[in-house]
C-alpha cells in the first residue's frame, strides 16, 4: 500500500487547521503516494500502520494498492527497533525548544525573560514550571484559538506523566491568580 493525501488533507495541511497533532501532520506529509507502509513503519514508527489506517478512516488519506509490489500484512512488517522509533517522540527538551522559539517569536523584554528561564538549566520539576509560567504568559497575550494550538503542541511534546504535572501545575496557577 501507498497511501497519498486527498483533498481534505492538503486543505488541512495548508490551512493550519483541524483537530490533527503533530505526528498526524507528520504522517500526511510523509504519504505522498510514493513510499509504501514499511517506509512509513521506517520513518514514524512501529505504530505507522495503525495511524495510516486511522488517517484513511477519517478521509485524510486513500490506501492505493500497488499490485506489482504486493506488501505483508500490516502486523508481519518488522523493522528493527534501533531504526525506528515506538512512537512518538517526546521530551522535556522537546517542549522546552518549542515554547523557547514560541516565545523568541513574541520580541520583547518579557518574552525574552521567560524564554532565558526555560533555556537555563533546570532540574525537571523547574523545567516544568518554567513551562506552566511561560505557557501562562503566552496565553494571556494571544487569541485564544493560537493559544489553544500552542498548549496543544507542547502537552504532544511532552512525554504523558510530565504533561498532566504540567496540566496540574497550570491548573494550580489559574486557581492561585483567580483567589
Avoid: W
Avoid at 50 to 64: K, P, S
Wanted: net charge positive.
Amino acid at each position: 500500500m501507498r497511501p497519498s493525501k486527498t483533498d481534505l488533507a492538503r486543505q488541512t495541511l495548508q490551512a493550519h487547521t483541524g483537530t490533527l497533532g503533530m505526528r498526524e501532520r507528520r504522517a500526511l506529509i510523509l504519504c505522498d503516494g510514493q513510499r509504501d507502509l514499511g517506509e512509513l513503519v521506517r520513518l514514524l514508527g512501529q505504530d505507522a500502520p495503525l495511524l495510516v489506517q486511522r488517517l484513511v478512516q477519517t478521509g485524510y488519506l486513500t490506501a492505493a494498492d500497488t499490485p506489482t509490489t504486493p506488501l505483508p500484512a500490516a502486523s508481519t512488517t518488522r523493522v528493527p527497533t534501533t531504526n525506528a522509533p515506538a512512537g512518538p517522540r517526546r521530551s522535556l527538551v522537546a517542549a522546552k525548544v518549542y515554547l523557547s522559539g514560541m516565545l523568541e517569536l513574541q520580541r520583547d523584554d518579557g518574552a525574552r525573560r521567560h524564554r532565558e528561564r526555560l533555556l537555563a538549566r533546570l532540574d525537571d520539576d523547574a523545567m516544568l514550571e518554567a513551562l506552566a509560567d511561560a505557557l501562562r504568559f503566552l496565553e494571556a497575550r494571544m487569541a485564544s484559538t493560537l493559544a489553544g494550538r500552542i498548549r496543544e503542541r507542547l502537552l504532544e511534546a511532552l512525554p504523558p506523566e510530565a504533561a498532566r504535572r504540567l496540566q496540574h501545575l497550570s491548573d494550580a496557577q489559574a486557581e492561585t491568580a483567580a483567589t
